[in-house]
Nanobody, 119 residues
Framework: QVQLVESGGGLVQAGGSLRLSCAASGRTFSTYAMGWFRQAPGKGREFVARISWGTLNTYYTDSVKGRFTISRDNAKNTVYLQMNRLKREDTAVYYC????????????WGQGTQVTVSS
């Protein structure tokens, strides 16, 4: 079992920055990949970023490349999403998720944190 708790969301003006955090507990954090997803109002859930557990390889959806950075601190059992140059279309509920089996399917999800970007 893995428990995930996101924090760091809020209201920010376009062009600004936010850093989301996701604290994990339950299973040894350093042994599984983590991802960030988002869901905008009226839309389906969208993959944002992923970080592997060993090589720390990172992957991003095209719309956030160059603006968002995913990272992890295994000593703190925390994954981060640094979001820079935010746009109105980044407005969504952001979720972190854990891929404990390494299958690219995420087994555990956090409750989400709201990010609102105003013009």
């Amino acid at each position: 079992q893995v428990q995930l708790v996101e924090s760091g969301g809020g209201l920010v003006q376009a062009g600004g920055s936010l850093r989301l955090s996701c604290a994990a507990s339950g299973r040894t954090f350093s042994t599984y990949a983590m991802g960030w997803f988002r869901q905008a109002p009226g839309k389906g859930r969208e993959f944002v970023a992923r970080i592997s557990w060993g090589t720390l390889n990172t992957y991003y959806t095209d719309s956030v490349k160059g603006r968002f950075t995913i990272s992890r601190d295994n000593a703190k059992n925390t994954v981060y999403l640094q979001m820079n140059r935010l746009k109105r279309e980044d407005t969504a509920v952001y979720y972190c998720a854990a891929d404990v089996k390494g299958t690219l399917e995420y087994d555990y999800w956090g409750q989400g944190t709201q990010v609102t970007v105003s013009s």
